[in-house]
């Protein structure tokens, strides 16, 4: 089974062939750059690779789940909003309301990415608007966990990004805020 670090550093060597394929099948779709292709695709290449399965996407991150591995791999890119609520979360790895991380952020070299293990959490199976209840509920909570991470929330100055794909369950029913601000 390769390691996280050689899944990490193959992400580097994309494989040309699969590139053209890829921008040959993305009609009139824009790229920030050649680089940003090559990642993209030598990420699918080597989660395909690996038998790593895509269990969430959104526009700057996909998060990527192995059968025999007990966390994720999520690898984004130019995200300030979870650059700054993955620097609370390391700083808070007590606190049960944050994903629980295995690491440090890896940058790929040469990238705009990074990549980093997570807990693996369940999608709770709810409609939007039982989430957002679930979240009101949890804003109000008198909880000290909860009110350091809504003061930490507030003190950002940053618009929420709470919606039912950035807060998860844990298997015990725990919520947990995974990425909660925008962009």
Not at 41 to 66: D, Q
Not at 139 to 155: A, G, Q, T
Request: glycine letters at 4%.
């Amino acid at each position: 089974m390769i390691s996280f670090k050689q899944f990490i550093t193959e992400l580097y060597k994309p494989n040309m062939n699969e590139i053209l394929k890829a921008i040959n099948s993305m009609p009139g779709h824009t790229f920030n750059s050649l680089r940003q292709i090559e990642t993209n695709t030598a990420i699918t290449s080597l989660a395909r690779k690996y038998k790593f399965t895509k269990i969430g996407e959104g526009f700057y991150a996909v998060v990527y789940k192995h059968e025999n591995y007990p966390f994720v791999v999520k690898v984004w890119r130019q995200d300030e909003g979870f650059d700054m609520w993955l620097n609370f979360v390391l700083n808070n790895q007590n606190n049960p309301y944050v994903p629980k991380v295995k690491g440090k952020p890896v940058r790929i070299t040469g990238t705009e990415y990074k990549a980093i293990r997570l807990e693996y959490l369940i999608h709770p199976k709810m409609r939007e608007k039982h989430i957002h209840d679930v979240i009101e509920i949890l804003w109000k909570s008198e909880d000290p966990n909860m009110k350091k991470i809504v003061r930490y929330l507030k003190s950002t100055g940053r618009d929420d990004d709470m919606h039912s794909e950035n807060i998860m369950q844990r298997p015990n029913g725990q919520w947990v805020i995974t990425d909660p601000l925008a962009w």
